[in-house]
């Protein structure tokens, strides 16, 4: 992909190491897709898991919507995942600022319409997050259930990611104090 720019203005920040971007994948929940659509792009949030064997990042959304009308097979997008940190103060209010690590993914939508590799992608979905509740504790998915759902893949054709943590200048840092929970 040549129509972007992978410019990283604080350098001091950038992370490169393939490394880096399968922790943060791996460790994360949910992203922000930015789908290219004609005048303003289309910003979809998702769950997600990381496929590390084929370089994929694997979400589900409804057919009905906006999603369904806009997510589809060849769209350009752009994916925004992060993680915050703690906060910190300084000497100067200017300096003030906050601990994170991000990655950006660029590739391109891809709607799964086989049934057995889409029954597959839920699993793996429902495995990330679900795999700790017993089985016996509910009714397993099923394709019938399923059909409301797109399944979509992105092949990530290329990233670049940051990093921040608490400088030492820094005078205290502390955590946001509202709860993570709506």
């Given at each position: 992909?040549?129509?972007?720019?992978?410019?990283?203005?604080?350098?001091?920040?950038?992370?490169?190491?393939?490394?880096?971007?399968?922790?943060?994948?791996?460790?994360?929940?949910?992203?922000?897709?930015?789908?290219?659509?004609?005048?303003?792009?289309?910003?979809h949030v998702a769950f997600f898991v990381y496929d590390e064997a084929n370089q994929e990042i694997i979400f589900h959304f409804s057919k009905h919507g906006y999603a369904g009308q806009e997510i589809i097979d060849g769209r350009k997008v752009c994916v925004s995942i992060y993680k915050y940190g703690k906060l910190y103060t300084s000497t100067k209010a200017v300096d003030f600022g906050c601990e994170y690590q991000s990655v950006i993914i660029y590739g391109k939508i891809r709607i799964v319409v086989d049934e057995a590799e889409r029954m597959e992608a839920m699993q793996v979905f429902f495995?990330?997050?679900?795999a700790?509740?017993?089985?016996?504790?509910y009714e397993p998915m099923t394709s019938a259930q399923t059909k409301p759902i797109y399944v979509a893949k992105i092949k990530i054709e290329d990233w670049f990611a940051k990093r921040h943590l608490v400088p030492e200048a820094a005078l205290d840092a502390f955590y946001y104090p509202a709860p993570p929970i709506i």
């Open positions: 992909m040549n129509d972007y720019s992978k410019k990283v203005r604080r350098t001091d920040r950038q992370e490169t190491d393939q490394e880096f971007l399968v922790e943060l994948l791996n460790e994360s929940v949910s992203c922000s897709i930015a789908v290219e659509k004609e005048g303003f792009p289309m910003m495995d990330k997050f679900f700790h509740i017993p089985k016996d504790t």
